[in-house]
């Protein structure tokens, strides 16, 4: 595969990382020594070995839910500057773009 200073910059895009044109250089040459090792990969055999799509045999180990009813929803309340109704106000933290 020939890593060319295009195919960077769509990687770069989709990672959404930004790169100087002078790092274009090393980041060919680590590109090439990540996807070597791959090719080093592909040639070990593994016919005998099975698939395996989880490292450990428990799967979806949950814990039981617990509800547990606090009683000091009033106090709560009491102690917040600003309110609707019986719920918290708080100033909006996600920005839409």
Do not use: W
């Not at 090719?39 to 509800?67: F, Q």
Request: aromatic residues 8%; charged residues 35%.
């Amino acid at each position: 595969m020939k890593i060319s200073n295009e195919l960077i910059s769509q990687l770069s895009t989709l990672a959404k990382l930004e790169f100087k044109e002078g790092d274009f250089f090393a980041i060919k040459k680590d590109l090439k020594k990540i996807l070597n090792f791959f090719k080093v990969l592909d040639k070990l055999d593994v016919s005998d070995v099975e698939p395996l799509s989880h490292i450990s045999t428990e799967i979806n180990v949950l814990r039981e839910d617990l509800i547990i009813d606090y009683k000091c929803k009033k106090s709560a309340m009491r102690n917040s500057p600003v309110k609707d109704s019986d719920y918290f106000k708080v100033k909006k933290v996600i920005k839409k773009n």
